[in-house]
């Protein structure tokens, strides 16, 4: 099941369950895994950042993909971005040849010009091999590489094996109209495009032409029925939904806390048992619960999924 | 009338109206002057980053500033941010020659060290006067200037005539906290903190200790309705209201077409008579209108200001 | 006397003289003049960044352009980037009114695709007047933006008023060697190329095809004499005077302190009266002064024009 | 043998030698070894940025580690830098339980506030161990980080394992004078400043106060020359054969080609192999090969090791 351009639907981000020690809480790994089938998620994501990938040793991350790829019927895709090319084939050849569906690859936020980061896939794509299917991950906030649509295009003309791209530059909208557009003038082949950046504009993305999400918002079932919704041209519907959550995609969207209110609602929500984070990364403050616990008391009122 | 550190309520940021051509069109600037005060802001902030100060000649800010305290009868603050502080200098003894209340001064993107930030404040305010109030811009986002909680009360203690923090730090709450939390301990002075980033956390920030907010919104009459009611404990209301502009907010906040979006709404709102920017600064695209125009129809169902 | 292309030798980059309270020196700027010219520059560029032109307002810019063309019979650059275009247009039209020969550009350090670098020059050319030659300023350690060689030949290509780019990428020898082979391939026209960097690499940047330099080192009549060696194939004679100052070259190439070391040397030569820089800008701590006099001295020995 | 603050001399930093085909060279590593004992080095530092650390397996890490403490009488440090501090960790026990004799770590890009920076020294000397003796590595130019000298001594005070600054900021002799100024008024515990940046400032560095060098110039055994001229008081001996290295030590130093031309020159000095770089790695051009031969024959002249 190796990951192709027509992948749509919800690609979730899966964070990485720990104690409250440190170690990685395999149960609630399997816990997340089943959660994240039943919400209706056509594929998953594991090891990105916000899986908090850099923190794992190379034993830990192998152990992750193999447990969760035994208990998905989906697609599972690997991040595998590195410092280097050596620690990234080692990674990539270990999860590929644990059932992973393909490899996600951020770039190095050493780069600058076009050529530079049109030759970076090159490479990169050489040193994993070309039979391995990749995604490009396109998040300038956290990379500050900026990727103009034509680089995009430059990128997936060179390499057969770019079969994604995570959307996640802002603002974006734009830029998935602009990579549309090539198809329809038959500059670019079709590549599927799944949005990240929490989600935050996931309404008017699926409109401007995305195949749906690849984020990991803690309710991936309201990510469902909104890329669902929208595929199904029920635009009000989709919009509905997703503005009763636009308050806490909001709130959980901010970079560096982010993370820890996500595994907070993931906690409460009974997926997995702790939010703690490994070290580096603080827990959220008392005031910061207390906001989300009223975020999600608010949303309860038009969405059952948030009573927790 | 001199800015002071017990400033609260609106200080709204003005945009600066201009004809399709490119040159200033006065008569916005006295309409949309009129608007914010009908609308009950507390102040007005002009020649910000989103009043496309940079692309002024000396002149015409000094224009726009005599038109506009002209016609006030609210303090208005005049951003001088400026590469060097002759520069800076002299539009702030212009400026306030004129009446304005005070200045407000970003940090060059250049400044890294916590010593650095410090001392950059110190001969701006010796450059520009220790009698002209100031206003300290934090918005990482856009300076990549970082301000760590205790480089500000470095800041204030060290310049009496620092008056105001733009609060636009990004995540931002803790920072609130913290500083309140120097006031209370006694080692920093208060200190009017209003917010910026168009909102986008205006809810939480009243809740956190901001006087008010200090962004350019397209409804600044939802602003003070919001700083208001969340001033007067009335929680729920403050937010229902603030979730309705959410959606907008937010796509209003979006760096680079967030300025075409503001004077897009505020001229089908009747306050300017163009939504032209000048270069360099691109008009939004005929989706990104027609986005705009969907947000617009849906907020009017509980905002009947949005029936435009 | 407008540049053109086949511009060659020494455009010496003019620092400004200050008095020791932050006034313009305007008998320095006149003996400075004079010993340019006597030292054989083909070309001044003033207000340049270590011009310290961010400090000026616009009358005082202007007046110094009007000193230096006044008294020159060379072609004069003046550096006019600025945040905005308003700015830049004026003081343009201003300095070609007084004889200025063209203007020279650095791009804004927001810039980063190569897409919007070319946009940007554009964009200033049309407002600069399609009839003012221009200067490419290419300095990444500076001004944070990278471009590829085939980014200046799309500038060039796409402004016939382009003319010359000042040099002064890190590393950039292979860059001048791939500009010089579009020119021979046929896909660029030809520019001047003048080095700037303090002229850390003119050895080998005349052997790969510079016409000369930039830059505002100590020692300009050395910086004449490389340039001659070299163009006449005077390979190791042009090293050996070039060696000679190297140590020197170095230690004034200092982003920060280098300014004050160049202005110090200046002093202690004779050609401006104060090494005073305007604030924000430090004076060399004792230590350093005393370091760049060994230099001096030990420079003496090979260099008879550092007898001072 | 563990480091010590007390350390002095040449810690010479180690490239990588490789096979063509980019496997690791054994017999070059041993040839290395074995040279910079008889030039006189101190220490060695190992899988530094310079030693290609990040295009490194950990399994290879570890191999080359073991290889060259066990041919080595001199201290060895092991760069173990990485996005994660569960791979700092790991790396960091095995090498030391090989007989390293500490770390040395470098502050990941996103630091920016003086808080941040300290606070990251901190947990990164909890996750190694506490009794791990490390280096902090002072680069700014490559990881974007800046380190005020209060920063400095504030990571030294709360660190007792902190034994050695890798100093090689730019400017930054005013950093070393503040740092020994320090430890002159008793606010800071006496550590080791050894100077990197390819000994740019090596000649007035160690007059500032620094203990040696820490470098890989392809030429260590000069190194070791200076060092000792200097600490000796024989100046004017120093600055002679330093600044007959200098032209090399300009173009070596270099970001990006740096490292080719060392690993060029220690491959014409009969060191290594092969002067293959790892991908992403570019070799020399022709011309660049050239503009290095020529320089050791210049060199030559008064230098017979240059003689190759």
Chains 1, 2, 3, 4 share one sequence.
Not at 3 to 26: C, M, W
Not at 122 to 133: H, L, M
């Amino acid at each position: 099941m190796k990951l192709a351009s027509d992948a749509r639907g919800v690609y979730v981000i899966a964070p990485t369950p720990f104690h409250a020690d440190g170690r990685i809480d395999e149960s609630s790994i399997d816990r997340m895994t089943d959660f994240f089938l039943e919400a209706g998620v056509t594929g998953m994501t594991v090891l990105g950042q916000l899986g908090e990938a850099p923190k794992m040793e190379h034993g830990e991350s192998v152990s992750i993909v193999k447990r969760v790829v035994g208990r998905s019927n989906v697609p599972v895709v690997v991040g595998v971005s590195a410092p280097g090319f050596a620690a990234m084939r080692a990674l990539t050849q270990d999860v590929m040849a644990l059932g992973a569906a393909g490899v996600m690859i951020a770039p190095p936020n050493t780069l600058r010009t076009d050529e530079a980061i049109v030759q970076y896939y090159r490479q990169a794509s050489e040193a994993i091999g070309g039979d391995v299917p990749f995604v490009i991950q396109d998040y300038p906030l956290t990379f500050s590489v900026q990727m103009a649509p034509g680089v995009i295009r430059r990128i997936v003309m060179d390499n057969a094996s770019c079969v994604m791209l995570k959307h996640e530059d802002w603002p974006g909208l734009e830029k998935i109209s602009a990579l549309r557009g090539y198809e329809r003038d038959g500059s670019m082949r079709h590549i599927s495009i799944l949005t990240g950046n929490n989600a935050l504009f996931l309404d008017f993305e699926m409109e401007r032409g995305a195949d749906g999400a690849n984020t990991g918002y803690c309710f991936p079932d309201m990510l469902v029925d909104v890329v669902r919704l929208s595929a199904q041209g029920r635009r009000d519907e989709a919009h509905d939904l997703f503005d009763a959550h636009l308050p806490l995609i909001r709130y959980e969207q901010q970079p560096g806390p982010g993370l820890a209110v996500r595994k907070y609602v993931l906690m409460r929500r009974g997926v997995i048992a702790s939010d703690a984070l490994r070290k580096p990364g603080a827990a959220l403050s008392p005031a910061a619960r207390s906001e989300v616990d009223y975020l999600l008391a608010r949303l309860a009122r038009r969405d059952a999924r948030a009573r927790v």
